[in-house]
């Protein structure tokens, strides 16, 4: 399964804390920019501008995959950097000091140059392979069978069985059933 996810999005972060929680197989989370995606058309796209890596979201995105090329502890980066969102403490030290600690090869002042670009470059082709591919929003999933899904999730279930319910069921839901397009809740 693939999850494409943009740090600054909560309902990504709901969604990684809901399959961390129920120990998921096999997840792979592919950016997805939403700044590029909600952007006014004029100009380059956000990765391309000066000082894109002075963005906290872009940044992330960037150590993200520093994280996986240097076989870190993703995950560990992934629940620091969605916690530190959350809490609106988001620099570019702070950043760089947990991909460090998760064990990418980069260290306080951050990665160099040349491998930042390569980063985004990375960053820049993961969001665009979503968009050919349809997605409009985080957290959108891809199933192994190829079948997309966004799921957006206002809250999670306090108890373990009732959170494994709610993936397997949305899943299936994703999976199975592609001529389910929408299920909205109206606001109460």
């Known amino acids: 399964m693939l999850v494409f996810f943009d740090y600054t999005c909560p309902y990504s972060r709901r969604l990684s804390e809901l399959l961390g929680a129920v120990e998921a197989p096999r997840v792979r989370w592919g950016p997805f920019v939403l700044a590029e995606n909600n952007?006014?058309?004029?100009?380059?796209?956000?990765?391309?501008?000066?000082?894109?890596?002075?963005?906290?979201?872009?940044?992330?995105l960037a150590l993200h995959d520093a994280v996986i090329a240097d076989r870190g502890?993703?995950?560990?980066?992934?629940?620091?950097?969605?916690?530190?969102?959350?809490?609106?403490?988001?620099?570019?030290?702070g950043l760089h000091g947990l991909a460090a600690a998760a064990g990418a090869g980069v260290d306080g002042a951050g990665v160099d140059e040349a491998a930042a670009h390569?980063?985004?470059?990375?960053?820049?082709?993961?969001?665009e392979m979503g968009r050919a591919a349809g997605v409009f929003g985080t957290p959108t999933v891809v199933t192994d069978g190829g079948h997309l899904g966004y799921l957006k999730l206002t809250d999670l279930p306090t108890a373990l069985p009732v959170?494994?319910?709610?993936?397997?069921?949305?899943?299936t839901a994703v999976n199975d059933f592609p001529e389910l397009s929408e299920i909205k809740r109206p606001a109460t």
Do not use: Y
Request: net charge positive.
């Open 39 to 60: 952007r006014d058309q004029d100009g380059p796209p956000v990765w391309q501008r000066p000082g894109a890596l002075t963005r906290p979201a872009l940044l992330a």
């Open 73 to 93: 502890d993703i995950d560990r980066f992934r629940r620091s950097v969605f916690t530190a969102f959350a809490q609106r403490r988001v620099g570019p030290e």
């Open 118 to 127: 390569r980063k985004l470059t990375s960053v820049a082709a993961s969001h």
């Open 163 to 171: 959170r494994r319910r709610l993936v397997q069921v949305a899943l």
